[in-house]
């Protein structure tokens, strides 16, 4: 696929909603050409004019640029290219033109700014082509998370653990597999606490206030007992509202591992079937079944965590049956979160290097449909929802609750009502300046042996960031 815009450094942008569209192309692949020029008629007016060429013919677009304070350019010419080829190839999304990552932050930030709610959310109804139905999604989102609490003292701890027992297919994080790492996992614990304990000093010394702590990966219970323990151990110290653990893999989860987050005074887990189809399961590369995964979910019942379940629409071999099915059988296990995720084809992922052919137009969005209006009478409220890009049918991922039962770990971190402190390889530490909606970020190396080596530099860079 070829972008040619005579304003070129929107040809990434273009070339986001062009995928949309034409996913099967890659960026350097011929097969769609999109030409963009933008020039000035007799009433000074800024007209945008596209013209698409793919096997099917030519077609041209002009696109007439309106003043508008909350559009930038970058986001005017998307709406134009999108209205270009939902013209030409009579095909539309749900999100429309909408292409951020945090649709809820969009319709927030209008409102902080003088908007009203309806008013906030028909404007991106109106302006990006957005449904009815993922419209009022937001709205629902937007009263379940009710008032937020703002204050640049709060902070979030983010803790990563790079290490998977096997990759997912369809998975592109940093991790490496715990059974050809285990010469490296004691490196990297003994490095990861040293930077708790320091973080823990700078944290004393400014005066922030941790509210959640959240460990993440990779697959965090892929490490024993004996490495996951000092690491709860030495996070246990901060007296938190909210303390997750990630322990998704079932067959990385143990009765010891359960005892050992109520030691240390967990009170969230995640265990993610992620689909209830036990072929899917094998091709997607996770090494247990459904039975398995509710004999460990039966296990950890006892113990009272707030458990989520992650289920993702998409996968390769799911049919539409074998996901309602799955749909049902989360419904009978009755989680406290459910968390639906839309296939994302990472660069990074299997699925991608292998350019499976896996974009099952709508049906994705079929499985959404079904899981939302099953959810709904099963009384489970929707409290946030993010998005990625190479997203089937530029759809979402959502987060639901009963019993107003949130993470607000996910909340503020998506929607950006708290700062948070990334440690471990990988983390993404972001400050977030509230009066004036500003945000600075640092990151950690990916590289775990750059990050046992680097550590101070990393430590030094976050100080600076958080000072």
């Known amino acids: 696929m070829q972008i040619i815009s005579s304003q070129k450094e929107y040809e990434k ?7 949309l569209f034409y996913p099967k192309y890659s960026s ?31 077609y041209t677009f002009i696109k007439k ?50 908007t009203s709610t309806l008013g906030a959310i028909n404007h991106i109804k109106k302006t990006y082509s957005v449904t009815e139905e993922k419209c009022e999604i937001i709205q629902d989102i937007i009263e379940m998370q009710g008032y937020q609490i703002k204050n640049n003292t709060l902070i979030n701890l983010y803790v990563n653990i790079p290490f998977c027992v096997s990759r997912c297919s369809y998975c592109s994080f940093m991790s490496l597999q715990v059974g050809s790492s285990r010469d490296i996992i004691n490196s990297y614990v003994n490095t990861l606490l040293y930077e708790i304990e320091k973080t823990k000093e700078f944290l004393q010394q ?19 007992v ?11 110290s901060y007296k938190v509202k909210e303390f997750t653990v990630e322990a998704g893999r079932a067959d990385t989860i143990t009765k010891e591992k359960l005892d050992l987050f109520k030691k240390y005074n967990v009170t969230r887990i995640s265990i993610n079937p992620q689909t209830f189809n036990d072929t899917v399961l094998k091709k997607a590369n996770r090494n247990h079944t459904v039975k398995e995964f509710l004999e460990v979910y039966k296990m950890a019942i006892p113990y009272n ?44 992922s299997t699925l991608n290097q292998k350019q499976e052919d896996i974009f099952k137009t709508s049906l994705a969005e079929k499985m959404l449909k079904y899981a939302y209006e099953e959810f709904k009478k099963a009384e489970y409220k929707p409290y ?57 970020q640092t990151f950690n190396v990916k590289s775990i042996d750059e990050y046992i080596k680097r550590i101070d530099e990393m430590l030094e860079r976050k100080a600076k960031l958080f000072s």
């Open 206 to 224: 400014k005066h922030y206030i941790v509210k959640n702590i959240y460990i993440g990966g990779g697959t965090p219970t892929s490490l024993n």
């Open 28 to 58: 350097t692949e011929q097969g769609v050409t999109i030409f963009h020029n933008h020039s000035l008629d007799e009433q000074n007016i800024i007209n945008h004019t596209f013209t698409v060429n793919d096997e099917n013919g030519s």
């Open 13 to 19: 942008d273009l070339l986001e909603i062009a995928r």
């Open 305 to 348: 965590f707030i458990v989520n379940m992650d289920l993702i629409a998409g996968l390769s071999g799911e049919t539409l049956k074998s996901f309602k099915e799955g749909i049902k059988t989360i419904l009978e296990l009755s989680p406290d979160n459910i968390t639906i995720h839309t296939l994302s084809l990472k660069r990074a």
């Open 384 to 440: 946030y929802l993010y998005r990625q890009k190479n997203m089937l049918d530029n759809l979402e991922n959502i987060g639901f609750c009963k019993n107003k039962k949130i993470c607000e770990f996910n909340i503020d971190s998506i929607d950006e009502y708290s700062s948070i402190l990334a440690l471990g390889a990988g983390g993404a530490s972001k400050r977030i300046y509230q009066e004036d909606n500003k945000k600075e």
């Open 65 to 114: 640029e309106e003043n508008d304070a909350n559009l930038s350019t970058r986001k005017i010419l998307q709406i134009g290219l999108y209205e270009t080829l939902k013209n030409y190839t009579k095909r539309t999304f749900p999100w429309g033109s909408f292409v951020g990552i945090r649709p809820v932050k969009a319709v927030m930030d209008l409102i902080k700014n003088g």
């Open 226 to 236: 004996e490495e996951l323990e000092p690491i709860l151990k030495a996070l246990s």
